[in-house]
């Protein structure tokens, strides 16, 4: 077997060693158009994952990186003079140029021919002459763009500059430093690689790279501003450049990884911020990955399917990771308002891999000071801390998201809601949100939707509100008000979403006479005395929510329902008043938010529930999302539930753990006005961690809390807090901690003897 590997990265020589470990007789040639000893960057950061993989594959290279690798634990945090260190981290690095030099000596031991300073021939040719042909030629891959009908590249370049540089002396630990001048904020990241070297970066915005004068630079002068602004850092010593110059992140994404009998690896397949220092480390995995599928497959087609499934996964999940650790950092100056510690702490779980739990582990001592700044009680978790919303004190940060239930019969809520609602209200939360209860028979999205138009619908509701109260003191609960416009008139859900109904439809309206989908009844666009009407109907609905008891009221604006139409410029296409401008489009929805609040009680809260982004091209921006918020905390609102997408059919969401909660952050942090995360968190330590990181000030769960109502009693049990924002219904204190399991440890040896 013929093999060429396009490129002399350490992904390209990990891959030819271990190929040519597994099969000597694969006659293996690396081509790298620089020369043996020219590389850029300084330091390279592995997992001990990724060493364990190593370790197993080729316990030779193995073996010499351990002897160069220089290790320590903690991460410092700097910023206006005042250093907070998070210990327990566990970190091994080692110079690049070092670690490429070994990969070459394997090369040359195993049998590898390695052509330096050299270009390879196009891949097209090489792909004549060779078996396999890895393209291992990094982010600007000529393979990937001379090929890019088949591999489907998409390039992303982002908003920050940065530029690698070293020090000719090592960090004590991985620091991260803020410095705050008057062209904005900039950031460096650093870590020792050997005895006497660090890496350093120097990160920030485009438009402060140009305010401060760096677009003039040359890389002598880079260097030298670089090294005075972050003087304190480096101790007063300099810096030192090898052809570093200002770039850009550039994210890659491929459709496809392989071509017949090439193949991609590393940065040509896919690129990883490295502020989570992931590219050296996914380029070795891949290249176990390819080695070990070309080891267990019989056909080389098979072998490049079952790399791509195994990797695709893994480096997804890694791209999420580095997506908003490099979003973190692009958006700096909105976390500056943090206290010390919360600072930290939301630097170091920004990439939402590192989370509380994680972190107490590591170092019990620093989360616990972070606790403190916070104003978490003695032994209480942050989730568990109170939250005040107007004249409403919720005991616990824990909100159960509205789910819609398809299960009323002419909009009333039956026994099944109050079962609903009432199981979830016992289990603990702070908040049960009831599903979007429709303010008029038009507004249901289905015939299954339950409605606050009718005074037996709101007796229904009071016997809920009534139940909540009498049996789960200290729980609140909330009603969302909504209006389904153009998607209405649907199916229930397990009978197909958003599909039309096949008989008994009901006439729709919305912004703009705009269909959901292609099969979808056409709405009629409202009038200006259907717009007073409709205003009219979500008033009276507040007025009876009022009365049936309800703590709190959500106005739905969110997920291309009637409200959520006229905010987005994808649905609304309207010349008139209500049309238009943003200030246009917000028009109607504050109007109707006036209506409701003149009807709900002043010392009872309400939340808006918006789509802060539409995940479509030309629809809403997080820019006009921050505005959007703006004006209704103008209007009133004691919080913004941060909800995204669901506006249009053909939408591109960035699915993810807790994947909408960077739209909250920046709604809380730059329209200062309290938010409600909500998005696939689904654990008590994700609650914890968006808490006391600063980025919600409370966490809305759905689908945790339909696998287990007494999801957050539960939370508090496993924590071990029994405090009073986790109170258990007098019935239910019997089971407040978890039940025993039959024994699985049987005696231990009394006595070993040798033989």
């Known amino acids: 077997m013929r093999v060429a590997v396009i490129g002399g990265g350490p992904g390209g020589l990990y891959a030819a060693a271990l190929l040519k470990r597994l099969r000597p007789d694969r006659e293996i040639t690396v081509w790298e158009r620089n020369a043996a000893d020219d590389t850029f960057g300084f330091g390279v950061v592995l997992s001990d994952e990724t060493l364990g993989g190593i370790e197993h594959a080729d316990p030779v290279v193995y073996e010499a990186l351990r002897a ?62 060779h078996d396999l042909v890895v393209a291992a030629d990094g982010v600007h891959s000529l393979t990937r763009r001379t090929h890019a009908d088949v591999f489907g590249p998409s390039v992303e370049e982002h908003r920050c500059r940065y530029i690698w540089l070293a020090a000719d002396f090592a960090l004590d630990a991985f620091r991260f430093e803020i410095a705050e001048t008057e062209h904005g904020v900039l950031q460096l990241h650093g870590y020792p690689y050997a005895a006497s070297a660090s890496t350093v970066i120097v990160e920030m915005r485009e438009e402060v790279w140009r305010a401060a004068g760096f677009a003039g630079l040359d890389e002598r002068e880079s260097v030298e501003r670089c090294a005075k602004i972050f003087a304190d850092a480096l101790g007063g010593r300099p810096l030192r450049s090898h052809r570093s110059a200002w770039t850009t992140f550039r994210t890659v994404v491929n459709d496809r990884w392989s071509y017949g009998n090439l193949v991609l690896l590393g940065d040509a397949a896919h690129t990883a911020h490295f502020s989570i220092g992931s590219g050296t480390k996914l380029a070795v995995e891949d290249a176990l990955a390819l080695a070990a599928c070309l080891d267990e497959q019989p056909a080389l087609g098979d072998a490049l399917a079952a790399y791509e499934a195994e990797r695709r996964p893994v480096v997804a999940s890694t791209q999420r990771a580095a997506r908003a650790s490099l979003e973190w950092f692009e958006n700096l100056g909105l976390h500056l308002g943090r206290t010390d510690r919360r600072f930290a702490f939301d630097l170091l779980t920004r990439s939402r891999r590192v989370t509380h739990d994680n972190l107490r582990l590591r170092d019990p001592h620093f ?45 009333v809520p039956g026994d099944f809601h109050l079962v609903h609602l009432g199981a979830r209200a016992l289990g603990g939360a702070g908040l049960v949100m009831t599903e979007m209860v429709c303010v008029s028979a038009e507004g249901r999205i289905t015939p299954g939707c339950a409605g606050l138009y009718t005074p037996r619908q709101a007796e229904s509701w009071r016997r809920i509100t009534d139940f909540v109260h009498r049996g789960s003191p200290g729980t609140a609960i909330g009603v969302q008000l909504g209006h389904s416009g153009r998607k209405g008139s649907t199916k229930l859900m397990w009978e197909g979403i958003d599909e039309p109904l ?12 705009i269909p959901y989908r292609p099969d979808a009844q056409l ?62 489009r917000l028009r109607f929805p504050l109007e109707v938010f006036d209506a409701v609040r003149a009807g709900w009680p002043q010392e009872r809260p309400m939340t808006v529930r918006i789509s802060a982004t539409d995940w479509a091209e030309g629809g809403t921006t997080a820019d006009e999302a921050v505005a959007i918020a703006r004006a209704f905390a103008a209007h009133g609102a004691d919080a913004i539930d941060v909800s995204t997408g669901q506006v249009v059919a053909d939408e ?91 024994r699985t440890d049987g005696p231990k040896p009394r006595l070993r003897l040798g033989t």
């Open 502 to 513: 096949e008989d008994g439809n009901w006439p729709l309206v919305a912004a703009s006479p």
């Open 68 to 129: 160069e690798f220089v290790r320590w634990d903690d991460i410092d945090v700097v910023r206006r003079g005042v250093r907070h260190t998070c210990g327990g981290h566990g970190f091994a690095a080692l110079g690049r140029r070092r670690l490429l030099e070994i990969l070459h000596a394997r090369c040359r031991a195993l049998g590898v021919k390695l052509r330096f300073g050299t270009e390879a021939p196009p891949a097209a040719e090489l792909m004549t002459t």
């Open 523 to 584: 709405p009629r666009a409202l009038s200006r005395s259907q717009l007073t009407d409709v205003r009219e109907q979500f008033a009276a609905a507040a007025r009876r929510a009022a009365r049936c008891g309800f703590d709190l009221l959500e106005l739905h604006c969110a997920h291309g329902y009637l409200l959520s139409g006229f905010l987005s410029p994808l649905t609304n296409h309207r010349s008139d008043g209500y049309g238009g401008s943003l200030a246009g």
């Open 367 to 411: 989360v616990a000071a972070a606790e403190r700044e916070f104003g978490c009680p003695p032994g209480t978790p942050p989730m568990f801390t109170p939250f005040r919303l107007r004249g409403l004190s919720l005991r616990n940060r824990v909100v159960v998201s509205p789910m819609d239930m398809y299960s009323a019969v002419d909009g």
């Open 652 to 742: 591109h969401p960035d699915f993810g753990r807790s994947y909408q909660t960077p739209f909250a952050d920046r709604i809380r942090n730059e329209a200062g006005i309290p938010v409600i995360a909500v998005g696939a968190i689904s654990s008590w330590d994700d609650v914890n961690s968006l808490i006391l990181a600063g980025r919600t000030d409370l966490c809305a769960l759905g689908r945790p809390h339909l696998y287990d109502p007494h999801w957050t009693l539960h939370a508090a049990a496993e924590q071990g807090y029994a405090g009073p924002g986790a109170v258990w219904p007098e019935p239910y204190r019997a089971g407040s901690r978890r039940p025993r399991t039959g």
